[in-house]
């Protein structure tokens, strides 16, 4: 069984950022720019025109390139949870402001 969700779908949005959707109804826009910093078969993913040829692999459930490169599906799926909770904290604090603001 599995334990992360397979990714569905996976969108280069530009400056290495990638929208990811999984089974689940996880949903993010993460920024995968420090994949730039290593080599071997990540090394052609520095080129922003090769980066856009990823994917979402069905087989494999996670990003991949033509290469053979591709992110470890925990890893993505960690990376967009913690994204989906950011967006929920900085929405929770716009909200508190807003009232905040309401109340003086």
């Known amino acids: 069984m599995r334990s992360t969700p397979r990714l569905t779908e996976a969108k ?15 949903a ?20 922003p025109a090769y980066f856009a040829h990823l994917r979402a692999g069905a087989e494999k459930g996670t990003i991949v390139w033509p290469n053979g490169a591709d992110i470890a599906p925990e890893t993505l799926y ?11 904290v900085d929405s929770d604090w716009r909200v508190g402001r807003a009232l905040d603001e309401t109340l003086r």
């Open 12 to 26: 280069p949005l530009g400056d290495y950022v990638v929208y990811v959707h999984f089974e689940d109804g996880t």
């Open 28 to 47: 993010a826009d993460i920024d995968l720019s420090h994949l730039r910093d290593y080599g071997g078969v990540f090394e052609l993913l520095r080129y």
């Open 78 to 88: 960690a990376h967009a949870r913690r994204q989906v909770h950011q967006g929920e």
